[in-house]
């Protein structure tokens, strides 16, 4: 029954000593500090523990005091700490924190530092390393927080990156801007200019954002992915932009199985490493790799399954077959017997022989004339066809953007004309092909508001 009060004594006697030696904290537990402590949780009705930690307090401001006077800040500062975490009174504790920094100032001399800042900040070195404006700027603060040449040097020294950062927003330059506004934020979270500058960087970023979901949907995926990969350098976390990347890459893939249904399988795998690099784990990337490898497949058995004489006489017929839907006008249907699908089977008999490769390199140019001829003839039906073979045999034409655009002009201007007539019906159909062709295209807006009208007049 006396053994606790026994040892509550003891580890008293024992930070008596640890005090009087001047060991105040010690992370083996010998330290005055621990040793009180835990006399004091073995006997919390026992005042001595708790005097004795004020007596800690106490010396550990003192011990403060004599390193300050030698000027060792770094150990100065450690011993306030423990004085605060005791329970010194604040206003001695914040007293002695004002000494620390005015000696450390004078030590370290500040004078010079914020001219060394001012110098930066005039050469335009604002951030970038311990010899820049900011931080400069930050240091001298940091010691006397109320100079004034110091806190106007950072404020205006903010107002310049930030100008800097709307310049690089400006240049399309997201990730660049996006550190630059972290930067100033760092430096003062609170600086007036920063809350329109995070306005614009969002504002940018959702612009890029858009651009790239419209590249996307009109093939255009090298702009498509550099858009999202500029969002993601200024907020890597961006989940649209990374599920942007997905998409693109799915498109990839969605090309790699049109090149290889065409057996152009060198084509094929760049279309399907890019897709992989992009979407390593998306399904729709696995199925086109599934297809690419059937294809082969299939060209294989193909190519060594048939005689030479009957692969030749078959390649001649399909030829035959192919120019016959060509002058018909049948690019892309009937389904199996277009002009397409009859070059399509020839390349997988045999997609090097030369007679294939003319009547490959003759079909795209013959597209695009149908499509001119028939567009000036204003057969929209039959452009829209032709237009989509081309799609199909080179979906990466420089030509193709143009083309849907005059295509969509002429679908309004053929809708309105038939609205003005009556035809609500035909003029619904021709929006729903402008907007599949071209959002962006001159006069839809109007169009569309006409229809949307003449729709809502014709409900009962």
């Known amino acids: 029954m006396l053994w ?9 006697d024992q930070a008596g000593r640890a005090l009087a030696d001047g060991r105040l904290e010690a992370e083996d537990g010998t330290g005055a500090r621990q040793l009180y402590e835990a006399a004091q949780a073995l006997d919390t009705d026992r005042n001595e523990a708790a005097v004795g930690l004020r007596r800690v307090a106490s010396a550990a401001l003192q011990q403060a005091s004599t390193a300050l006077e030698q000027n060792r800040f770094e150990e100065a500062r450690a011993r306030l700490d423990l004085a605060r975490e005791l329970q010194v009174p604040r206003a001695q504790a914040d007293a002695f924190a004002a000494r620390v920094r005015a ?8 004078d010079g530092v914020l001219q060394a800042a001012t110098q930066a900040h005039a050469a335009g070195h604002l951030v970038g390393g311990e010899d820049a404006a900011l931080p400069l700027y930050q240091r001298v603060l940091t010691l006397q927080p109320t100079r004034l040449e110091a806190l106007e040097g950072r404020e205006d020294a903010l107002s310049d990156l930030l100008q800097e950062a709307g310049r690089r927003l400006a240049r399309h330059e997201l990730g660049e801007a996006s550190t630059l506004i972290g930067q100033a934020q760092v430096f003062d979270p609170g600086h007036v200019d920063l809350p329109q500058a995070q306005a614009a960087l969002a504002t940018a970023l959702e612009s890029r954002r858009r651009a790239a979901a419209r590249d996307i949907a009109k093939g255009r995926l090298v702009p498509a992915r550099a858009g999202y990969e500029a969002v993601l350098a200024a907020m890597p976390d961006d989940a649209a932009a990374r599920q942007g990347l997905e998409q693109v890459g799915a498109a990839h893939a969605a090309l790699a199985e049109r090149q290889a249904a065409d057996f152009h399988f060198e084509q094929a795998r760049r279309e399907l490493s890019e897709a992989r690099a992009l979407a390593p784990q998306s399904q729709r990337v696995a199925q086109a790799e599934q297809a690419v490898t059937r294809a082969e497949q299939a060209r294989g058995r193909l190519g060594t399954a048939l005689p030479a004489r009957e692969r030749d006489r078959r390649v001649q017929a399909l030829l035959a077959a192919m120019a016959d ?28 022989a030369a007679v294939v490769r003319q009547a490959s390199a003759r079909l795209l140019p013959a597209v695009r004339s149908c499509y001119e001829d028939e567009l000036r003839a204003n057969r929209i039906r039959r452009a829209q066809a032709c237009q989509q073979a081309w799609q199909t045999l080179q979906p990466r034409d420089a030509g193709l953007p143009d083309a849907k655009r005059r295509l969509a002009e002429k679908w309004i201007a053929v809708g309105s004309e038939r609205l003005g007539a009556g035809d609500v019906a035909f003029a619904v159909q021709a929006l729903s092909e402008v907007q599949r062709l071209d959002t962006q295209a001159s006069g839809l807006d109007a169009f569309a508001e006409r229809v949307k009208t003449a729709k809502v007049g014709q409900t009962p």
């Open 103 to 110: 000696r450390e100032a004078e030590h370290a001399g500040l």
């Open 4 to 12: 606790p009060e026994t040892r509550v004594q003891a580890l008293l």
């Open 325 to 352: 839907a060509e002058a018909k006008g049948q690019w892309l249907t009937p389904p199996g017997e277009s002009a397409y699908d009859k070059l399509r089977a020839a390349q997988a008999l045999a997609p090097d």
